[in-house]
């Protein structure tokens, strides 16, 4: 009998089609160089856990206690998966 391990699938999705008010964490970004150490310098960086606060033009994300207004073009490119468990 073979025992195989259960795997984790992770499901990443863009910014764009997370709903309002979930939780998520930032997976990767298709950004250039200086949209990504901008977003960096605002606390927007992989791995960083945010909430959605209001999905449009802008996207409003909160990430700690600073909140982000994106535009959707931004948010099409930024890949994050949601969060069940998140501290």
């Known amino acids: 009998m073979t025992v195989i391990s259960p795997?984790?699938?992770q499901?990443?999705?863009?910014?764009?089609?997370?709903g309002?008010?979930?939780t998520a964490v930032v997976h990767m970004a298709d950004l250039e160089t200086?949209?990504?150490r901008s977003?960096?310098?605002l606390g927007l960086h992989s791995e960083v856990t945010f909430q959605l606060c209001q999905q449009g033009q802008p996207?409003?994300?909160?990430v700690e206690a600073t909140r982000l207004g994106l535009s959707?073009?931004?948010t099409s490119r930024i890949m994050v998966r949601r969060c069940?468990?998140?501290h």
Do not use: F, G, N
């Open 7 to 9: 795997t984790i699938e």
């Open 11 to 18: 499901h990443y999705i863009p910014l764009s089609q997370l």
């Open 20 to 22: 309002e008010r979930e």
């Open 34 to 36: 200086d949209e990504r």
């Open 39 to 41: 977003l960096t310098a």
């Open 59 to 62: 996207c409003i994300i909160q």
């Open 72 to 74: 959707k073009e931004l």
């Open 84 to 86: 069940t468990v998140c």
